[in-house]
């Protein structure tokens, strides 16, 4: 008959032991591999470049140099052209108002030659002036109402008083220099002096 394995016996002492301890189970290799590397990992070292990466990173940043470069260009020209465009708008629009005022002149310059009378000159300067209202008026420029009209400071710039009974108070009395508005838009304002009633303050 074959012989019996022996049968190994613990004592009472070493059994309880082990029932008080689980068991602890060592990792693979293969675990320890994997565990090792992602700490590497998490750690945040640097992993090598290879030239073919390095090259591809070099020709995408110069791609990026050469379109930035690309758009500052870009970008430069369309200011210019801005800016010509806003000129010539500019010449256009002045061009227009002096070529209105250019047969004024011509009368000027008439008067400023002849040999005419006083009133003659007198005669021909308001013809002048009228003339100048016409463009204004094709420009849609209009004079501020002063004398006889109410007092408005966002039209008149009072200079001072006078005193008179044949025009209500607070009313214009003497226009120093006319105002003028484009449309709607104060141009400059009328230089005036305000008309003092002592009768209509005293009712």
Do not use: C
């Not at 801005?82 to 209105?100: L, M, T």
């Not at 002036?129 to 109410?150: F, H, Y």
């Not at 003497?174 to 230089?191: F, N, S, V």
């Amino acid at each position: 008959m074959p012989e019996q394995e022996p049968e190994l016996t613990l004592s009472k002492e070493a059994s309880a032991a082990l029932a008080g301890h689980s068991v602890i189970e060592m990792p693979a290799p293969e675990a320890n591999q994997a565990a090792s590397q992602k700490t590497g990992e998490e750690a945040g070292e640097a992993q090598p470049v290879t030239r073919e990466q390095f090259d591809q990173l070099k020709a995408e940043r110069d791609q990026l140099l050469d379109r930035l470069a690309r758009l500052q260009a870009e970008f430069e020209n369309a200011r210019k052209r801005s800016e010509r465009g806003r000129a010539a708008d500019r010449d256009y629009a002045v061009g227009s108002v002096v070529e209105k005022f250019l047969p004024v002149m011509d009368h000027f310059e008439l008067a400023l030659k002849s040999d005419s009378t006083a009133e003659q000159l007198r005669s021909g300067v308001e013809i002048i002036v009228k003339q100048m209202e016409d463009v204004l008026r094709q420009l849609n420029v209009t004079a501020i109402p002063a004398v006889g009209a109410e007092f408005d400071p966002h039209h008149h710039e009072a200079l001072g008083t006078v005193e008179r009974q044949d025009l209500p108070d607070q009313h214009v009395a003497e226009e120093i220099r006319r105002g003028y508005k484009l449309r709607d838009r104060l141009l400059r304002p009328a230089l005036v002096r305000i008309n003092s009633n002592p009768k209509q303050k005293s009712e």
